[in-house]
């Protein structure tokens, strides 16, 4: 299935989170820390690459589908209808987690807090299943971002995977947890960071690790990103190896690989070659690195980036 032009993304974002970000002068462990300044927004893996498609505008639109519940819940809906972010919810009796951001601006280092989720119901993910096959359409691509909430089936990627398999839709994936009976039923764009490649291909090396994964699964393309360390491609028309220019200006690398992930599948559902697409979206990861809340980024700044991104093909 070809993932290139088609306008909708339906993100499959089951754990989002109310972001809490602190500044801090510096940053200690073990000491009493004092913060200069605090922001709020919504976040989490789909809320963050629904923000980053919509802020790349490039004809391709996003929706995510999410649990919200409590008043935290009820904060992060608010603040995403006024961002203009498209979602789909359902509403949960479990309060929404908060997420803390703790910055050091002496060191540029970045510290985070995760919540745990509690736990939700079936009839919870049987909702949101059919919310999400009830939006479906021959133009759509399903993106399966990051992890669920607690009592969501340990199989619930896979039975997204195997739905949308038979509809015919591709599905983007940017997530590890329990991810081997979806990657088996077949993912167009597997984006994954270094440490969860080699998970999932059980090797130390990256090339070796993404080419046992694409040999035990029907994976068409794998995009993978190592923070500031060269990211590859592998895919079975051929593979790649990209050198990022390093950010001066880093403000907060949190949500980059989310920025990575929507950015380059926009790309590649507005027809762009996956290559130039991967590229791209590693472009707007970096320059999301110099926003304070998670992927936010200026658009203006990634030709720019762009232009310093080294490519070579390595297969």
Known sequence: MNVSIRKTILAVGLNPAWQKTLKFSTFEKNRVNRANSVSYCAAGKGVNFCRAVKIWNNGSNAK?????????????????????????????????????????????????????SEGLGKNAEKEIFNLIFSETTPRCVVALCGTFPSGISLDFYTKVAVEAAKLKIPVFMDAVQYA???????????????????????????????????????VKSIAVTAGAGNAFLFSRAGSYEYSIPPVQDIVNPLGAGDTVGAVMLAETCAGKDIADSFATGLAAGSASCMCELPAFFDPKNVPRILSKIRRRKIA
């Open 64 to 116: 995510v589908f999410l649990f919200a519940g409590g008043k935290i819940g009820k904060l992060l809906l608010n603040a995403m209808d006024a961002e203009g972010l498209k979602h789909k919810s359902v509403l949960v009796h479990a309060e929404t987690r908060t997420c803390t951001t703790c910055l050091c601006l002496a060191d540029k280092n970045m510290t985070e807090l995760i919540e745990p």
């Open 180 to 218: 081997d009976g979806a990657l088996a039923a077949g993912i167009d764009i597997l984006k994954v960071n270094d440490e969860e490649i080699r998970q999932i291909g059980g090797r130390k090396d990256i090339r070796q690790a993404a080419e046992a994964c694409m040999k035990k699964y029907p």
